[in-house]
């Protein structure tokens, strides 16, 4: 198993190669996320026993909208918790297809693109002073995938939250591996 930076481990083999993506290491701020996390459950749980109580129906409908904002930040730390703590995203490409899995623990679902349908394979690059770069760089984001490609006209991608050196690497390895699989195919 070689590596291509922190967070890259692949097996390259004559017939395929595959590729395994691990979150990014925070270290201890995993730790102060969770913290967090329980935090706003317990207050999400005390907003929602105010439903018992006698409020006039104004009151019901600003707590109603208070706990809406809460479900949708809830559903966003939890997701990214999990994916710090779980998840991986597994990338195979042999002869035929480019699979795409992203996973949390054993858990997700494979994608599978052929080959010779894949086109604009890229890595968009984000300017360093930008807020997307400062928002990227947060913890409690999951980020976005850094290496895209359009397969039969819609645009799909992978590799949450490389550093663009690592998505560079990786991008040349994929590459490189699929344009000797469709010139082994024009031979054959």
């Known amino acids: 198993m070689k590596w291509i930076g922190e967070r890259i481990s692949f097996v390259d083999k004559k017939e395929s190669a595959s590729f395994v993506i691990y979150p990014p290491k925070i270290g201890n701020k995993k730790y102060i996320i969770l913290v967090w996390t329980i935090l706003w ?66 858990y997700g679902k494979a994608r599978q693109f052929f080959i010779e349908n894949i086109t604009k394979f890229e890595v968009p690059s984000i300017k360093e002073s930008s807020f997307q770069q400062s928002y990227e760089n947060s913890p409690w984001v ?29 991008f040349n390895v994929i590459t490189k591996r699929i344009s000797q699989y469709l010139k082994k195919k024009s031979k054959a």
């Open 41 to 106: 459950m317990l207050i999400g749980g005390y907003v929602s026993t105010q439903f018992f109580y006698d409020y006039s129906e104004k009151e019901k409908i600003a707590l109603i909208i208070f706990m809406s904002f809460w479900l949708y930040f809830a559903v966003r730390v939890i997701r990214t918790l999990v994916y710090l703590f779980y998840g991986r995203e597994y990338i195979k490409v042999d002869e035929t297809a480019l699979r795409v899995k992203s996973a949390t623990g054993k």
């Open 142 to 170: 999951r980020g976005t995938n850094k290496v895209q490609f359009e397969y039969m006209g819609k645009t799909y991608s992978f590799g949450r939250k490389l550093s663009e050196k690592d998505a560079k690497l990786l």
